[in-house]
């Protein structure tokens, strides 16, 4: 059963992988990048693209469940070489990347 509210339900970390290709795939043009996430990109030298290929990537893992913060689970994906931590929309049809680093830096 899905949450009623994506940003303040938990997701444990295989659901929360799936849903992040579920917004992917039905509402692409729904992914947002907060202010602090492209200043993270850009001083690490990555693109959004980037970010987002992380996102796509069948190789990337969440490793843990969610983590509250202000107010929003967070969930963090990586692959071998980069970070993203993205954050759902209350109703689970957009998402938004919160920050974004590069491993090997």
């Given at each position: ?87 759902f929309s ?16």
């Amino acid at each position: 059963m899905a949450p009623s509210d994506y940003k303040s339900q938990k997701l444990n970390k295989n659901e929360a992988k799936k849903h992040i290709r579920f917004v992917l795939s039905k509402y692409p043009d729904s992914v947002w990048f907060s202010k602090h996430s492209l200043e993270e990109l850009e001083k690490d030298d990555l693109a959004t693209v980037d970010a987002l290929n992380v996102l796509k990537s069948p190789d990337a893992m969440i490793c843990d469940d969610g983590e509250l913060e202000r107010g929003s689970y967070r969930y963090r994906i990586e692959t071998a070489n980069i970070v993203v931590v993205v954050a759902f929309s209350c109703d689970g049809r957009s998402l938004t990347i919160v920050t974004a680093w590069d491993k090997r830096k």
